[in-house]
């Protein structure tokens, strides 16, 4: 069985036309309810009164039913989880790009060797630059 995705739901009752005022001094939203529900389908009873009494049809109100993304809270990562995303995608695109050198890559960024990464950096922009290892010296 398949878990309830809730998620909140935004139901406003608005005046549809952008380049006309609303009736009477109204103002350009009537009404606004959000509900954590699994579907958009289930319409509050509030808003379907207010469709049937102010809202008819042809009277330029519209429904607008959409997700509310600022009741949603937002899921901030940590900066060493954002620095464990950045090093698994590195060495993803270091194994794609070049494998013979995805060790020393590893290998360099832990030392924290500069020389590498621009040549590693020169090699995805398609140039040949040579690697010099400052400890050979």
């Excluded at 959000?34 to 809202?55: F, K, N």
Aim: hydrophobic share 35%; charged share 35%.
């Amino acid at each position: 069985m398949r878990k309830a995705n809730f998620r909140p739901i935004r139901f406003a009752i608005k005046w549809g036309n952008p380049y006309t005022n609303p009736p009477e001094g109204m103002p350009r939203e009537l009404m606004e309810i959000t509900r954590m529900q699994e579907s958009t389908r289930d319409i509050p009873p509030e808003i379907l009164q207010a469709l049937e009494t102010v809202a008819r049809p042809g009277s330029g109100w519209g429904l607008f039913v959409g997700i509310d993304e600022d009741a949603r809270p937002r899921h901030r990562l940590s900066l060493q989880a954002k620095a464990s995303i950045r090093r698994k995608s590195l060495e993803r695109r270091v194994r794609r790009l070049a494998p013979l050198f995805a060790d020393r890559r590893k290998a360099a960024d832990k030392f924290g060797d500069q020389g590498f990464r621009r040549a590693m950096a020169a090699c995805r922009r398609g140039r040949r630059e040579t690697y010099s290892n400052p400890e050979r010296k």
